[in-house]
């Protein structure tokens, strides 16, 4: 693998970290700035929004823009934000803060899988975004975990100024390792959006909203689940959750791995499994090793489709493959949103703290069908396609009708 691949994965670390340390960070945030913890919580729901409308937003804005200045360019506006955010005077300056970090999220993966993927060989494509994806599982085991303890015991401040350093390690990283690449000639926005048309893109993308939504259900309701149900003290959730992250990373390195050598079994493989793991955790939550077990094996199996969902997109938006590939990570944070949502609902209408679980079962079970769905249909073009290709090879049309007899 090339030694880029280090530089966009030191980028994604520190994205990965932003992302998610603000939930460890929360109390200290709304005590700091004297508001309630759900006002605090617009700091995670406005970093999602901003990944979901930044990832079109930003990859349509650097479309004219080598991919490698591009990437340089994100990571700036990312060190912009949180430089911002570790700053901010009131509790408005922070929600700016982060929202301008979230600006860069979706279109540094996008086209930094587009990048990764490009220094490879065709067969290793996967296996190369993984590579970068595992700076973002990482963050879940090692920055999270650290940047809430640095949080707690320096200020959450420090905290976002790291985060921040990290930044700009990662854009002299680009500077330094990413090879210059040309702007791709005769790639137009309306090549672009031409890749929405293709139903198998779209296939995908429904995929990564429910796949990855059915993790988020579970995960984000984890603290009172544990806590709760299956009666971990608060102060090993942190521990629970680098088990979650670990997962994270394992799961990362063999989605790639098996995506390159058979993509779509892979996701049959991981989402159906996924969703049975997810309705297990309903009884399993209601013991510790059970729970941790779980825990760690829905980390695995959630970051599993990541590759090889993301490799679909490329594949199948391959004449523009930018903007989809951008979009698609937005996918994952809307995922997160829809499924938070959801599992908010099911608590609140009595059903237990457990009750997310089955809500995670069925996204991702529905993120099966879809798959299932996606793999006939390719099927289907494909032998419609030899079938073609055999008429062309053989000269031979379809044979005529008999003609109708003459009568004398």
């Known amino acids: 693998m090339p030694l880029a691949l280090l530089a966009l994965a030191i980028g994604a670390f520190g994205i990965g970290t932003t992302e998610f340390v603000i939930m460890g960070l929360l109390p200290e945030v ?15 729901t406005g970093y999602a929004l901003g990944v979901v409308l930044g990832a079109p937003l930003m990859t349509v804005l650097g479309t004219r823009v080598p991919r490698k200045r591009m990437l340089m360019l994100l990571m700036g506006l990312f060190v912009i934000g949180n430089v911002l955010s570790a700053l901010a005077p009131v509790f ?3 929600l700016a803060g982060r929202v301008v970090a979230s600006l860069a999220h979706g279109a540094f993966f996008g086209i930094g899988s587009v990048v990764a993927a490009g220094l490879v ?9 993984a590579m970068m994806f595992t700076g973002l599982t990482v963050a879940n085991v090692v920055g999270v975990p650290l940047g809430t303890l640095v949080g707690q015991h320096l200020g959450w401040r420090v905290t976002f100024l790291i985060v921040a350093a990290l930044g700009v390690i990662g854009l002299l990283g680009i500077a330094r390792l990413v090879p210059d690449l040309p702007r ?10 031409a890749a929405f048309r293709n139903v198998q893109v ?3 993308m429904a995929m990564t909203v429910l796949g990855f939504g059915g993790v988020f259900a579970a995960i984000t309701y984890i ?25 994270m990373v394992a799961g990362n390195l063999v989605g790639g ?6 993509l779509m079994p892979m996701l049959y493989v991981s989402l159906g ?21 779980t825990v760690t094996l829905i980390g695995a199996l959630g970051f599993a489709t990541v590759p090889p969902l993301q490799k679909r997109v490329l594949d199948q938006a391959a004449g523009a493959p930018t903007l989809a590939s951008a979009v698609n990570i937005g996918a994952f944070n809307l995922g997160n949103a829809l499924a938070a949502w959801l599992g908010g609902i099911v608590i609140s209408a009595g059903l237990g703290w457990t009750a997310p679980n089955w809500v995670g079962a069925a996204l991702a079970a529905s993120a099966l069908v879809l798959a299932v769905v996606s793999g006939a249909l390719e099927r289907r073009t494909g032998h419609r396609a030899a079938a073609a290709g055999r008429v062309i090879a053989t000269g031979t049309p379809a044979p005529a009708p008999a003609a109708a007899p003459v009568s004398s």
Do not use: Q
């Not at 791709?184 to 959006?193: A, Q, Y």
């Open 202 to 204: 779209l296939l995908a």
């Open 273 to 293: 499994a996924l969703a049975v793991v997810l309705a297990l955790f309903t009884l399993t939550a209601h013991d510790k090793i059970g729970a941790a077990v």
């Open 121 to 129: 060989a065709p067969e290793k494509k996967a296996g190369a975004i």
């Open 30 to 44: 709304a005590a700091g700035y004297g508001v309630s913890i759900p006002t605090a919580g617009l700091l995670v």
């Open 92 to 94: 408005g300056v922070m």
């Open 223 to 247: 603290t009172p689940m544990l806590t709760n149900v299956a009666g971990f003290a608060d102060t090993s959730i942190t521990w629970l959750l680098v088990l979650f992250g670990l997962g």
């Open 257 to 262: 791995r098996f995506a390159d050598r058979s």
């Open 184 to 193: 791709p000639e005769g790639v137009r926005i309306r090549h672009e959006l």
